[in-house]
């Protein structure tokens, strides 16, 4: 079957395919909620150097891999934009901004109240911590330019070009860990060599990772659908369907 | 599992208040991420019927 992708790329297409996808990836969120969460509190054993305080890490590190990946793609999305013009692409951009902005005051946060009970501080000015606090500022820079345009095309261009000049932070986060010496612990997973934790640890970690993945997805579409209808409130086709669907629910 | 009691899960071996914060505020920004968002679409499309009909 052959699919003609220009025809989702229109508000107007795209507006009721996210409203039907929406659904169903806040049921496999939920669904990997629940089994994240049973796995982390029910299975997972007590880590033996830090007790029960490790659990923090089933929320922790998945909102921190969430705070990197969502910035990775919005900044893809806002190249898109830019490159070809296209005002779904920046949509989506703006659209995953404030919940990556929220993954990574999560991360430092939860982060914070993990660093209390091991280090005895709160927070340290490491490289982790400090290119993480980075990155909640990018965002917040990010949303804060964009609303600061009043025209939506200048204001896209605007924050495309502020997202791809901040995308050199992400690997400096990743990185950081091995490039200095940090007081924050290296990374729970590394590619091509085994995993230092427990097998039932690090699935708790992965289907808490997956829930965070398809909360995101679906709540990205949710405020994509938004930021349509407000940037095209004169359009006939969201006039006809603020008549015919007056509730707006989903 | 890896409880003697429900008071031993709730204590978290005496880090209650550090895994429970961390967890709780998880769950309530996502919460309250969908409320808003929910919020917005119907005042946008209240909006948008106020100017269709006019």
């Not at chain 1, 039907?20 to 939920?30: G, R, T």
């Not at chain 1, 490159?83 to 949509?91: E, F, P």
Request: charged share 10%.
């Amino acid at each position: 079957m052959k699919i003609n992708w220009f025809k989702y790329s229109s508000p107007q297409t795209f507006y009721p395919l996210a409203g039907k996808m929406i659904p169903w990836f806040a049921l496999l969120a939920a669904g990997f909620m629940v089994a994240g969460l049973y796995i982390s509190f029910a299975i997972a054993p007590t880590d033996f150097q830090q007790g029960e305080a490790y659990r923090i890490i089933f929320v922790h590190v998945p909102a921190a891999w969430m705070s990197m990946v969502i910035y990775v793609v919005m900044a893809a999305w806002a190249g898109l934009g830019l490159a070809l013009n296209a005002r779904l692409s920046a949509m989506m951009a703006q659209a995953l901004a404030p919940t990556g902005a929220i993954f990574t005051l999560l991360a430092l946060v939860t982060g914070s109240l993990w660093g209390k009970p091991m280090w005895g501080a709160w927070w340290v000015w490491d490289a982790r911590l400090t290119s993480e606090l980075i990155l909640l500022f990018l965002y917040l820079g990010f949303m804060a330019l964009q609303s600061s345009i009043d025209d939506p095309r200048r204001a896209d261009r605007a924050g495309a070009l502020l997202a791809l000049v901040g995308v050199v932070n992400v690997p400096i986060i990743y990185f950081s860990v091995k490039w200095w010496n940090t007081l924050h612990q290296g990374s729970s997973i590394n590619m091509g060599a085994a995993p230092k934790m427990a097998a039932t640890m690090l699935l708790g970690m992965l289907l808490m990772a997956l829930a965070f993945w398809m909360y995101t997805i679906a709540v990205a579409l949710m405020r994509v659908r938004c930021i349509m209808l407000e940037r095209e409130r004169t359009a006939d086709w969201v006039k006809e369907l603020s008549v015919k669907e007056p509730s707006g629910v989903r | 599992m890896q409880w003697a009691s429900w008071s031993a899960f709730f204590n978290m071996g005496g880090y209650a208040f550090y895994v429970w914060f961390s967890f709780g505020l998880t769950l309530l920004c996502m919460a309250w991420e969908v409320l808003a968002l929910r919020k917005r679409s119907t005042q946008a499309l209240r909006l948008s019927r106020l100017l269709a009909q006019e």
